[in-house]
Nanobody, 116 residues
Framework: QVRLVESGGGLVQTGGSLKLSCAASEGILTFNAMGWARQASGDPRELVASIRSDGNIHYGRSVKGRFTVSRDVAKNTIYLQMSSLKPEDTDVYYC??????????WGQGTQVTVSS
């Protein structure tokens, strides 16, 4: 069973920064892609950033230029560095993994709150 454990959420002021971490229970290169999505209560999940096993990276339009996704293969961990945070970035952030065979795995989520 794949486990993804997020950490690093919290409360930050507008313009501040946070770094989220996601530790996987198995080698992250075994996944076709990993990434981060966010969701506010009642809204659909929005893909924020993803990194494929070949290193190709994609960012959602609302975070491009402010967020950076990276990985440490030796630690089975991906990261999301968030800068220039805005109140509208307030959400629960989820780590996700796509095994390329139609299966998606999700972490439990971590709350990010940006105060105005």
């Amino acid at each position: 069973q794949v486990r993804l454990v997020e950490s690093g959420g919290g409360l930050v002021q507008t313009g501040g920064s946070l770094k989220l971490s996601c530790a996987a229970s198995e080698g992250i290169l075994t996944f076709n892609a990993m990434g981060w999505a966010r969701q506010a209560s009642g809204d659909p999940r929005e893909l924020v950033a993803s990194i494929r096993s070949d290193g190709n990276i994609h960012y959602g339009r609302s975070v491009k230029g402010r967020f950076t996704v990276s990985r440490d293969v030796a630690k089975n961990t991906i990261y999301l560095q968030m800068s220039s945070l805005k109140p509208e970035d307030t959400d629960v952030y989820y780590c996700l993994a796509d095994d390329g065979l139609g299966r998606h795995y999700w972490g439990q989520g971590t709350q990010v709150t940006v105060s105005s």
